[in-house]
């Protein structure tokens, strides 16, 4: 048998001079069908995402220039920094284990990327230009009316296309409201937001009518660490090699004994919209679209064998002939999550909607007044991490003490802070020690939105 590597990309011609593009043709399969619905709904929730409030919040957004970052109407500022980073983690790792496990799944079934790409744009171009072959003849043919009709439709529908997501995109970072601003006030006011939306538009455009599979395949950093993550056990996108081979022409119903079922009808290389043939095996380009498997099952229809030549296995199952089942490591990738998980949702349910904190103000310890008390003087920063204004009390945990608030604050603008300065006051005869604890509540609309405790000092000789 003839050995055979790849010294290059399946997006580069031969000679590796030039870019080779590609043309898929489109088989409408199960996993198409599937793919398509699925694509519906995250293009819908992509697109309506900005525009839906909870908590008088956008239900997702991402402002980073702000650090302001929402979550389903829950407002993280960077006082959250740490469960930022645990979520972080934990997402992190959940893409490393599910990676791990199930392959490239995310890359063929819910990366915008692909979406966009396969289920829009590539539409449109189907829809303008023709099919694969179609395609193929209208770029290698001279310039007509007809020609210069189609391509001008489509790049003019491409760009309005790239438009909204750019604006869609923009409005997941400085939020929806932006946006809207940006576009119904002058643009004179919003030269920064208006630059951002056509610098935005060119790159959505050139993503989609010309980088295409090269952001899958060479740009995203996820594509390119497939190597590391995955093993003979992980569920991917194969080529069952041992039914398969020898590869060859056969006839309906009358199989060659000395072939395998693969007839070498070249279309799960047809359909490959990163131009590969998965019968090489796993290889890096591939994001796990599953339009090889449609292919390959209508042949094996046709052909009256059993389809799932190519299908979703690992390795392993291959090599043994055997089904994928959840084995122990799964499980424990499992447990790890679940530890991740729980310790970040703890975290947010513990989450107090005003942060407190106090600091003991500088210079004298304490303060012994006539009135037989003696009193400690602190600095406190209350942030609102809410969505709206709050009006609020400090007020002390213990029924001996008291509290006077210098400077009359007593209400906190949305994610806006406020210091106050405050005195805790004690009776004489109830301090016992030099170096007590004090616990402080803050109260708004009769709900104690913090705890926050700190030290009290006596005179010694008390
Ligand atoms: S090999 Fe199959 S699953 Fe992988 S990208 Fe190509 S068509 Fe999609
Ligand atoms: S589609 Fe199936 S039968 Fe045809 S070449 Fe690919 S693996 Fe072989």
Not at 246 to 268: E, F, H, I, Q
Not at 274 to 299: K, P
Not at 382 to 394: I, P
Request: aromatic share 12%; charged share 25%.
């Amino acid at each position: 048998m003839e050995v055979t590597f790849r010294d290059r990309t399946s997006t580069v011609t031969e000679d590796g001079k030039n870019r080779r593009w590609i043309y898929p043709k489109i088989i409408k399969g199960a996993f198409y069908r599937y793919r398509t619905w699925l694509s519906y709904v995250l293009l819908t929730l992509l697109f309506t995402g900005p525009f839906i409030k909870l908590n008088e919040e956008q239900l997702i957004l991402l402002n980073i220039i702000e650090r302001k970052f929402v979550f389903f109407g829950v407002v993280f500022l960077p006082q959250d920094f740490y469960i930022f980073v645990l979520a972080s983690l934990t997402f992190l790792v959940f893409v490393l284990l599910f990676t791990l496990v199930f392959g490239r799944v995310w890359c063929g079934w819910a990366c915008p990327q692909t979406i966009f790409m396969e289920m829009l744009f590539r539409k449109i171009e189907i829809w303008i230009e023709g099919d694969a072959s179609k395609q193929k003849k209208l770029n290698a043919s001279p310039l007509t009316g007809e020609k210069l009709f189609k391509k001008s439709l489509k790049h003019s529908i491409f760009i309005v296309l790239s438009f909204l997501i750019a604006n869609i995109f923009l409005a997941y970072i400085i939020g929806s409201a932006e946006v809207l601003k940006i576009i119904n006030e002058p643009i004179t006011q919003h030269i920064a937001g208006f630059i951002s939306i056509v610098i935005f538009t060119i790159l959505f455009y050139l993503v989609f009518s010309k980088l295409r599979e090269l952001v899958c395949v060479v740009i995203c950093p996820y594509g390119r660490l497939q190597g590391v993550l995955l093993d003979s056990k992980s569920l991917v996108v194969a080529y069952d090699y041992i039914r398969g081979e020898p590869r060859g022409k056969r006839k309906r119903n009358n199989p060659t004994p000395d072939k395998g079922d693969c007839v070498d009808c070249d279309l799960c290389v047809q359909v490959c919209p990163t131009g590969i043939d998965i019968r090489n095996g796993t290889q890096l380009e591939c994001i796990n679209c599953t339009a090889c498997i449609d292919a390959c099952n209508s042949v094996m229809r046709k052909l009256n064998l059993a389809e799932d030549l190519i299908g979703f296995k690992s390795e392993e199952n291959i090599k043994a002939q055997q089904e994928f089942r959840f084995g122990k490591r799964i499980y424990g990738y499992a447990a790890i999550l679940l530890v991740m998980v729980t310790a970040t949702a703890t975290l947010i349910i513990r989450r107090t909607d005003i942060e407190t904190t106090v600091l003991r103000a500088g210079g004298t310890l304490y303060q012994e007044r006539d009135n037989g008390t003696v009193s400690n003087l602190y600095n406190a920063e209350l942030v609102n991490k809410t969505s709206k204004a709050l009006q609020f009390s400090l007020e002390p945990n213990q029924a001996n003490c008291q509290i006077q608030i210098i400077n009359k604050e007593n209400k906190i603008g949305k994610g806006e802070s406020v210091k106050i300065t405050f005195f805790v006051i004690k009776p004489k005869k109830d301090i016992k020690e030099y170096k007590s604890t004090v616990s402080l509540k803050v109260i708004s609309d009769g709900k104690v939105l913090d705890k926050v405790e700190t030290t009290f000092i006596a005179p010694p000789n008390i």
